[in-house]
Structures are given as structure tokens and as C-alpha cells.
């Protein structure tokens, strides 16, 4: 009794400090992203005020004045200053970087220099081709930076940029009381956690009657989910009223420039009744704060004024209404100046709040399985009758050794790609921000190559570990691996230079397949012992499991500490993946494990000539080229193609891991019903594999379509149906086409993942030229991919009538 209960505790324990971590991941997502709402709703106010100034250097523009010598620009700057005390600083820029004036504290100075970094030069050329302004967080100078364009009033060229900047602990003041209340929110919902895990650790062992202790693996799932929606609910309510109250201080900025404005004009003896284009003014103005919903002048009644004071739409049920007394007239008139603040926006807003929590119950509860599987499994109990044999009590306790293998494979593989793909949602956004360009390339091609070098070293790691894995037992070569990976996400975190950048990203390529390569010799060495071993099963779900966590948790990191710390901490989880390889995943043990151990004899050269001949099978050949290569390339939509176009749009990489994450669902929860489906079945083969890429150029041409945010999830939806049972599918035709009668199953298949290695170098490329040439690229790409599917499936019916016995063989 006691030993089974030190079990559960030992089960639970690990399960109380993942929710924590849970809790505390949880409460860090909600203030990044309320510190990200707040900077949006600061900057727009910012906006404004920048957006005078602009229009002032426009207007002397127009009649002859040229920014680089522009006298009175420090005079508006310095004005620009005293509307905005919160800014560090302003400067003025040309388009080819050189700062021409800069305003601002020694810090903003030093930082800003003479010429603006190459990052900054390549984003202001990109954005000014679509907006006329920008902001974002530079995690690395922790400042929030504002830019505003300046154009030619005569033709629109862009002639300059406002850069407007304040340091991080501007927002700080707005964010302290949200995160004193999350983190005592956080605090008790912990304590919480901790006693109800605590109090089902102390119930009687359950009993014939169904009473008692529940299984630890459900109550720990079951008190994570409890506890993660008591976050959301109660998280959302903070939320909401803390940034309604962000926005209302924000307001004050626009409330305090407008009043300025008009205070002028009434002081040179102008009155309220004469105004005029205050209704343009404030149009302005609200065109540029996404949350303002209509601007007005309220006059006191009795004042004889006619016409409209006021631009935008009248206050809603729900909305906030904010006043502000203005300067008295020579009419002795004192109207008030009243903003509505849209209600519906801030609404739209919680929503990525709501998205967000839902993300991470997803993955927690991911995270609590795989935990609990791997120790639940590693500590199951071996054989302790004394009746038994002595032969029995070692094929049971060899039985037990294998399965704390499977465990520790399966634990290894989520650990393994839960590291690999904590990067992957930002890896080709971030050659934008590099300093220095790519041999002249533009920026799509040049956030294609890395993720190419990337499958590039994969695809050779591969072929390699095939050679030498008969030399080298399974775990060296798993741990050369990991140690690989780990020193490419190391340099990937600390290089400026975009060049080692990609060679980082082709070590953590090479690294992470040569560990895979590991991986599955120890599969063969549990199928020597257990012909019936789940390890695939075991192997697949731990990758699927660590893709989606590793997405998800790595675009909120993102968003929160910044890319370059996700790479380090990628490096670390890594390595720790190198402990429990070390530590905790054995030898398989059983009769057969001495046989399964033993190094593989060299094959005589005359057995290796089917190998060279597989090349001469043209409906192999045809599925490779027409089948595998171009599936594979489309699928890089997502890794490669989606986390630019969100950049683009400027979403958080947060929206990036949710797309993973929709992705990956369809895998792990469509893919088993569906692949059940298609093997009940009577169907040929080559038809799941034929309608798998007709969903995928689907969704490639819905997305060519919309070119919206919802296409692109649209499309990322279908993508995932397509290989939730597509890949099973492939691998289905693939076992039935004559080459494998042949020469065996091994060869053709190590062609047909090779295949897909280079398809997924080639996808990058084929989508950075789609991003070059818009929407039809992508609809071109989707074309492609169904023409080719329908050739193949033309050829295999030619096939099938020159060669009957393959219908048999089918």
C-alpha cells in the first residue's frame, strides 16, 4: 500500500509543478499581451500628435523646402516633444537611413546615432509601400518605436520618416496593476491546484464499488482544465476593465493635444461660431486611433451656434464616453470636447485574450499527458510472485525494461521536436531583422533560405546516419545528434550575422534528424524483441505532441521575452533532452536483446545492386516526382509561407502557434479516425492519395482567393485534413506499387522520406516567389500541385493495364 501510494505521489508531483508552470506561463501570456495592447493603444494616441508634425513638413515641402535642410525642424520637434513628455525621443530620417534630425535624451541619441540600423531601413521601405505608419517593440533596446512617412505632397514619393520612441517603462506604469492582480490571481488559483492534487493523493486506493482514489493521469488532467478556464474566466474580466482603463488614460494624450490646438485658436480672438473644418479634424483623428468612435464639441445650451461640431458616430449602448472642458471664447461659450470610445473594438480585441487561453489549456493538458505517460509507464511494476518461474520473473522483468524504453522514446521524440519547433513561427521573419542583407536578395527569398538550409542538412543527416548507423549504436548517435541541435540554437540565439544565422539553422536540421535517425535504430531494437511493439505509435505521438507544443509555446514566448531568448531556451530544453536520454531511457532488455544488439553484418556488394536499380521502376519514379516531392513543398504553406504573411499584416507570432496548432489537432485527432476509415475500405490506393492533394491545392487556391487572415486558416485547416490521412495514405500506395515486391520495403521508403526532404527545401523557394508575385503565385503553386497529382494518377492507369499483376498485387 505504501509503495503504491509513493507512486502516485511521484506520478502527482511532477503533475503539481507542470500546472504551476502552467499557471505562471498562462499569467506571462496575459500581461504580454495586455503590455502589446497597451503600446498599440499608446502609439496610435502617439499617432496623432506625430501625424501634425508630418503635415507641417509636408505643407513647407510643397512649396519648396527640403527635409535634409529644413530650418525651424528642431523648433517642430521640440514642440512634438511637449505634446508626448513620455517619449524618449523623435528623430527625422531620410529613405536611404541617414538621420537628419534627432531630439531626445543621451540614450535615444547614442542609440539612434546617424543612420538608422538595416533592419529598420528594409521594414520603413516595406510597410511605407502599404501604411503610412508602424510601430513595433524592439525587445532588444526594450522600446516601443513609432514611424510615420513623410511624403511629397506633389507625387506621394516618400521623402522621410518621423520616429517617434519610449522606453519600455512607459508602459510599465499602465501594466504594474494588471500584473499585481494576475499574479495573486495566479497565486491562489495555484494554491488551489495544489490542494485538491493534495487531498486526491490522500483518498483510500479505489476499490471493487468504483469508490475511492481516482487515476492520477485523469485528476491531474481533470484539475489542470478546471484550473486553466478559472484563469480564462477570471482572467478575461481583469483584462477587459484594466485595459478600458488604459484606453481612457491614453485618451487624455489626443484629448490634451486637441485642446491645445483649439486654445490656440481662440486665444488669437477667433470664436467657436466661426470655426470651420473641425469636422475634417477630427475626422483626421480618428482615422488614425483605431478605438476613438466619434469626436465632438458638446455646447452648453443657450449658445447660438449653428452647424455640426463633431465627426463620427454617436455613443452605443456599452460605449465610454470621456469629456473635457476647452478654452472660453470671446462669446463667453465653453464647449466640452467628447470622445466616444468604441466598445466593439475593445471586444474584438479580448478575443485574442480568449484564443490565447484556450491555446494554452490545449497545451497544458498536452504537456500533463505526455508527462504522465512517461512516468506512470516508467514506473510500472515488475513481476514480485515468488510462484513465478525463474524464467517467467525475467521475461516479465525484460518486458518491463522494454517498456520503460518505449516510454523514454516517446518522451525523448516530444522533447526532441518540442525543442526543434519552439522556433518555428518566427525562424523567416526573423532574417528581416537582421542588419545586414543576403547577397542583395529580397526579403521573402531571403526568409526562404534558412528554413531550406534547414531541410537541406536534414535530408543529408539522413543519408549519412543510414550509412553509419551500423557502426555506431543507437544512443551515441541520438546524443551526437541532440549535441548538434543544441549548438546550432545556441548560435542561432547570440549571431547578428545572417550568414551564421543559416548555418546555425542548418546545424539544428542536421542535428535533430541524425537524432531521429537514433531514435529509429532503437525501434528496430525493440522490434527484434517485440515484433509487436507500438513504438511507431509511440514515436508519432510524441513528435505530433511536441510539434504543437513547440509551435505554440514558442509564438507566445515570442511575443513575451523576445525571438532571440526563445532560441536559447530551445538550446536548453535540448539539452535536457540529452539527460533523460543519458538518465532515463534504458536498453531494451528480453532473449532477444543480445541478438538485437549485436552491430549489423556489411551486406556482400552483390546485394546492393536492387538498390541502385530502384531508380529504374518508372511508377516508383513517378510517385516520387509527382507524389511526394510536390505534397511535401505545398505543406511548407505553413512553416514557411503563413508566419511572413502574418508578419506582414502585423499579428503576433502568437496567431502563428495557433495556426500550428489547428494544424496539428486535425493530425492528432482526424488522422487516426481517418486513416481507420480509409483501410475498412474497399477503395484503390491511389485515390486517398489523389483527394489528400486535391484538399491540399484546395486550400492553396482558397487562400490565392481571399488573401485574408481567415483564408489563410481556412487553408491551414485544409492542409491539415489533407495530411491527417495523406501521409498514412502515401505510405499505403507506397507498400503496394511492384518496387517493393522487388527490392523490399526499407530502400523505397528511405527514397520516398528523402523525397520529402527535398521537397520541403524546394517549398520555401517555390512560396517566396509566390509571395514576390502576390496572390496568383500561390494559386499558380496550388495548379501545380493538382496537375500533378492527376498525371500521376493518369500514369498509374496506364501502368495498371501494361501490367495487370499489380492490380493483384493492389
Known sequence: MQRKTGRFLATFLPSVLLIVAALVFSAGVNVGTFRRDCGDALFSTFSVAGRKVVTSIEYAVKYGKTIDNFFGME???????????????????????????????????????????????????????????????DTDNRSYELYLAIRDPSDGRWIGTLMIAASDSVIDDYVRAFERHTLILVGALGGVAILLLGGLALLPERGRGGLGRPRSGRAALAVAALVQIAVGVTGYGAFSDAYLRTVENTTGIVENIVATDIGSVIGRGATYRSFS????????????????????????????????????????????????????????????????????????????????????????LMFIYELHAFVSRRMRPTVETVAETEAAVAGADGAAATGRSLAGLRFLTFMLYFGMFLS??????????????????????????????????????????????????????TAAGLAVAVLGALVSGVTGDPVLFIVARGLVGAGTMTALMGLYRLIDRIRRIDPATGAYSDLFSGMYVGVNCGAVVGSLLADAIGPHAVFLIAAVVLTLGIAQLLLLTPEPAGAAAIAAAAPAVAKPDGDTAPARRVWSDGSFLAFLLLVSVPTSACSMFLIYYFPLFASGLGQPASTVGQAFLLYGLCIVYLGPLLSRLMRSSNVAPGLPVLASGLIMAAGLTTFALTGSLVGAFLAILLLGLS???????QQRYLERLPVVGTHGLAVPQSYHLNARKIGQVIGPMLFSAAAVAGGAGATLIGLGLAAALLLHLGLSVLALRRRPFMAETA
Open 424 to 477: 518555428a513561427s518566427f525562424v523567416p521573419v526573423i532574417m528581416q531583422t537582421f542588419d545586414r542583407g543576403l547577397f542583395g536578395l529580397a526579403p521573402p527569398q531571403a526568409a526562404a533560405i534558412p528554413v531550406s538550409v534547414e531541410m537541406l542538412c536534414g535530408a543529408l543527416a539522413i543519408l549519412l546516419a543510414g550509412r553509419i548507423s551500423a557502426r555506431l549504436p543507437w544512443r551515441t548517435m
Open 75 to 137: 523648433r517642430a520637434l521640440n514642440q512634438l516633444r511637449t505634446y508626448l513628455p513620455q517619449a524618449d525621443g523623435v528623430a527625422v530620417a531620410l529613405p536611404n537611413g541617414q538621420v537628419a534630425y534627432a531630439i531626445g535624451t543621451y540614450g535615444f541619441k547614442d542609440r539612434v546615432g546617424d543612420r538608422l540600423s538595416g533592419y529598420e531601413q528594409r521594414r520603413t521601405a516595406e510597410e511605407f509601400k502599404r501604411n503610412t505608419s508602424f510601430n513595433y517593440h
Open 277 to 364: 473644418g473641425i469636422d475634417d479634424y477630427f475626422r483626421e483623428i480618428i482615422a488614425i486611433v483605431p478605438h476613438f468612435k466619434g469626436m465632438s464639441l458638446a455646447i452648453p445650451e443657450g449658445a447660438d451656434l449653428s452647424g455640426s461640431l463633431g465627426s463620427g458616430q454617436p455613443a452605443a449602448k456599452g460605449d465610454l464616453v470621456t469629456g473635457r472642458a476647452l478654452a472660453t471664447d470671446a462669446d463667453f461659450v465653453t464647449p466640452t470636447l467628447r470622445i466616444v470610445i468604441d466598445s466593439d473594438f475593445i471586444q474584438r480585441n479580448m478575443l485574442e485574450v480568449v484564443a490565447n487561453n484556450l491555446t494554452i489549456l490545449i497545451i497544458s
Open 723 to 729: 495530411d491527417s490521412f495523406g501521409l498514412t495514405a
